[in-house]
């Protein structure tokens, strides 16, 4: 038994050299573990199908065009490198963000995003967010999404947790605005043979 223990603790030190964890690795855990915020919505319907969807999140500034075009929302993004994108809306909200991981029908994004207050001044963040989605017909699919973020004041980031119960019900309502947003997006690309067209 101790042999086999030696044998499995010398495996798990290879292993981490072989497969060291990524600086966004870290990031992604450190915030995962104590987040300010972490919210879940599971089961969605968007009106696309895998493919479709798979070329919008791989399309990220068209998809954005697409939004502004049709007054779904003002969130523009452009890329600013491999993987990498600048985001702003007519809200003040701005910010950069990483694709992370892809595998299949899962993506995680990890990114710094910031919005000027009045009162407070700038308030910055940290954000995970993760979406996994699976077919339900040929043009819908069901999805999950999950965030989590972290607020960068640790003054603002006491407070949040200490108003989390009244904060999470606002995030929840904004979640369900973005989640409504995406779906008017999907319904418009639905409906349109120009967009499925480019898509395709």
Known sequence: MHRFLRAFIIFLFCSSLLFPQTEDDKLSDEIKSKPTFHQKVNGFTLSLSPEEMEYFLDNLPYASEILNRYQIHSLRIESIGEDSFY???DDGLKGTF????KDGGFREFGGNGEIENRVIGLITADVIAA?????LTATSISSNLEFWVRVNNPFLNFLCRIFRPLLNQILKNKL???INVAQ????KVRSNEEIIGHSL
């Open 176 to 178: 369900d605005h973005f």
């Open 98 to 101: 990483t694709l992370l991981k």
């Open 131 to 135: 979406i996994q989605y699976k077919e």
């Open 87 to 89: 985001a702003e809306d």
């Open 184 to 187: 008017k997006f999907a319904d």
